[in-house]
C-alpha cells in the first residue's frame, strides 16, 4: 500500500520548538500570551488562518505574524523535535512488509526538510510533500494533490486510492483525505483527541498498533 504520513504529532513531537516559536511571535506581535491549552490549537492546522481563527486578526496581521514565525522557526524551533517512541521500529516493520511511505504535512517543506534531516528518519519515504513558503499548498487537501501528482497520480480516482492512506493525528488529515475519497488512519498519540477521528477507517493506539493495521 502507498501510506501517506502526517509530521507533526504523528512522526514527532514538535512541541517544544513550535510553541517557543508561537510565544516568540506573540511578543513580537503584541498579541496576548493565552494558555498552552489553547496555544496547542495551533499545532497542526496552517497558520495565517489559525491566526486568525483563533485570535480574530486580519489577513494583513495574519501574514506578517507568519513571517515572524518563520524567521525565528527556521533558527531555535526547527531543533525543538523528537521522534515518538516506537516510530523508527514502525516505519522500518511497514517498509519491509512492502508497503511504499510517503509524507504530506502543512508545515513549509523546506522546514520538513530540514527536521529529516536531523532525526534520520528520510530513509524511509519516497516522497516528502509539505506547503510552500509562499502560502501555496497549505491546506492538507492540497499537499495531497502535490504528492499525488508526485507519485504520477494524476487522477486520484477511487480505484487508485484503494491503495492509499493518510495517516495522521488531526482532523485536518481525516478531512483532506477525505476531499479525494482516501480512506484515513487516525494516531492518538499526538495533539488531537481521538473525537476529531470519527471519520477515519480506524485508530491506532501506538506506532507498534498502527504497523499491525498494514501487517
Not at 503584541?30 to 496555544?39: D, K
Not at 525543538?80 to 502543512?106: I, N, R
Not at 487508485?160 to 476531499?179: F, H, N, Q
Request: proline share 4%; with cysteine; glycine share 10%.
Amino acid at each position: 500500500m502507498q501510506l501517506v504520513f502526517d509530521l507533526d504529532g504523528t512522526l514527532i513531537d514538535s512541541s517544544e520548538g513550535i510553541l517557543g516559536t508561537l510565544r516568540h511571535t506573540f511578543a513580537v506581535m503584541g498579541f496576548t500570551l493565552l494558555p498552552e491549552e489553547q496555544m496547542r490549537k495551533f499545532i497542526g492546522p496552517p497558520l495565517e488562518p489559525a491566526f486568525m481563527e483563533f485570535l480574530g486578526v486580519d489577513r494583513e496581521t495574519s501574514v506578517k505574524a507568519v513571517q515572524v514565525y518563520r524567521a525565528e522557526y527556521k533558527i531555535t524551533g526547527i531543533l525543538g523535535v523528537e521522534v515518538y517512541d516506537g516510530v523508527p521500529e514502525m516505519l522500518e516493520a511497514l517498509v519491509s512488509a512492502g508497503h511504499t511511505l510517503h509524507v504530506a504535512t502543512s508545515k513549509p517543506e523546506a522546514f520538513a526538510l530540514r527536521i529529516f534531516e536531523n532525526i534520520g528518519l528520510a530513509k524511509y519515504f519516497t516522497h516528502i510533500c509539505g506547503a510552500g513558503m509562499d502560502g501555496t499548498r497549505a491546506k492538507k487537501a492540497e499537499v495531497l494533490e502535490e504528492l499525488f501528482s508526485r507519485g504520477g497520480v494524476d487522477t486520484p480516482d477511487a480505484e487508485t486510492l484503494a491503495d492509499w492512506r493518510m495517516i495522521g493525528d488531526r482532523i485536518y488529515d481525516v478531512e483532506g483525505a477525505a476531499s479525494f475519497g482516501m480512506k484515513s488512519v487516525g494516531v492518538t498519540w499526538g495533539f488531537g483527541p481521538v473525537e476529531e477521528f470519527a471519520g477515519a477507517e480506524a485508530v491506532a493506539e501506538t506506532p507498534a498498533a498502527l504497523a499491525e493495521l498494514f501487517a
